[in-house]
């Protein structure tokens, strides 16, 4: 079974423009969670998604967003970007609404410039 | 913030135990132990979780106090490419969903 798969696994972007990054979960996953790591902050929640709906939201502006479709896959969204989000977003699917498990991507590398 | 403490780093070699403590002396009664690891330019693995009695799976060893106030995690022969950022982590199961709070970790140095 294929593992998670995340899009692209690397971008550059300027200051200003607005990126959108891509995530398939694991076939039959139906929970995908997104995640910010960097160096100062560590891994930090962004938001998570079940059955197309934002069941949680971390603590990050509203440029911060994201959705889920029929198919399970999800995409986040940064407008705006600051050289601050430069950083690898992780995302994460699980089996259920709340599982034990999750399986976490390779990440997507975004920097700023 | 993580409900967690772990120590930032510890070395362990090649072949022995590697044991790997958390403190979380206020976890709730309805929380489980999880812990994930991180090597280098990946994204975290799931390793193994436990609520109260110790744990044992193909890649480690959970070992939970009576009081649940902490754990460790063993890895019975560590090998190189145990080498990680390894992370304790405690939330519910229940229907708060799935959100994860990583803190700091402790990053594993595997020595030949």
């Known amino acids: 079974k294929a593992g998670v798969t995340q899009t692209p696994r690397y971008l550059i972007k300027t200051r200003g423009q607005q990126v959108t990054l891509s995530c398939s979960p694991i076939?039959?996953?139906?929970?995908v969670s997104w995640y910010q790591q960097t160096p100062g902050q560590g891994l930090q929640f962004l938001f998570e998604y079940f059955s197309e709906t934002q069941r949680n939201k971390g603590n990050f502006p509203g440029r911060f967003s994201g959705r889920q479709f029929s198919n399970s896959r999800s995409e986040m969204n940064v407008s705006t970007l600051e050289l601050g989000d430069s950083a690898l977003y992780l995302c994460?699917?699980?089996?259920?609404?709340?599982?034990?498990?999750?399986?976490f991507g390779p990440g997507t590398r975004l920097t700023v410039t | 913030d993580a409900k967690t403490t772990q120590p930032p780093s510890m070395d362990c070699a090649e072949g022995r135990a590697a044991n790997l403590p958390c403190n979380h002396s206020?976890?709730?009664?309805?929380?489980?132990v999880y812990w994930y690891r991180q090597i280098h330019s990946q994204g975290p693995q799931y390793i193994i979780h436990g609520l109260k009695n110790n744990e044992t799976n193909e890649m480690a060893s959970l070992i939970i106090t009576e009081d649940r106030k902490s754990s460790t995690l063993i890895l019975p022969h560590a090998t190189l490419r145990d080498t990680a950022v390894y992370y304790c982590i405690v939330r519910p199961y229940n229907n708060a969903g799935n959100m994860l709070t990583f803190g700091g970790g402790t990053r594993l140095m595997v020595k030949p």
């Open positions: 994460a699917s699980s089996l259920e609404a709340v599982s034990y498990e999750q399986y």
């Open positions: 076939s039959g996953h139906r929970s």
């Open positions: 206020t976890i709730s009664g309805n929380e489980y």
